[in-house]
């Protein structure tokens, strides 16, 4: 083993925001702020911890990476996921006995719900 994942790190324009979105959709608050504001670390949830990187640019194209977040009740998730400032593009995906749904951050960061009977 070279090393391990210590935390996911997401460019935002205001990480402020997007730690505001994020801890609660994680169940998880703010652990850390340092360089002034520049970095913002959520308290891990699940043994993964969340950084938001401040950046001078928004979002341009779709992430390389995503987070699959695995919920108990997407209709439920969905709407809480718009309710703290997400959007979902409307369409259901399936795979197997899998169900998910492709969803953006306030910034625009793809990322996907799911539920999985299995």
């Not at 997400?86 to 951050?105: H, N, P, Q, Y």
Request: hydrophobic content about 40%.
């Amino acid at each position: 083993m070279i090393g391990h994942v210590a935390f996911v790190t997401i460019d935002a324009v205001d990480p402020e925001r997007l730690a505001a979105f994020w801890g609660p959709l994680l169940g998880t608050d703010v652990e850390e702020r340092s360089d002034g504001g520049r970095f913002v670390f959520l308290a891990r949830a699940e043994g993964t911890m969340l950084c938001f990187q401040r950046v001078p640019e928004p979002k341009g194209v779709k992430n390389r990476v995503h987070l699959d977040v695995k919920v108990d009740d997407l209709e439920g998730a969905t709407q809480r996921v718009i309710d703290l400032g997400g959007s979902w593009d409307g369409f259901d995906r399936a795979l197997d006995d899998a169900r998910w749904r492709t969803i953006l951050d306030p910034e625009g960061n793809e990322f996907d719900i799911y539920v999985s009977e299995g």
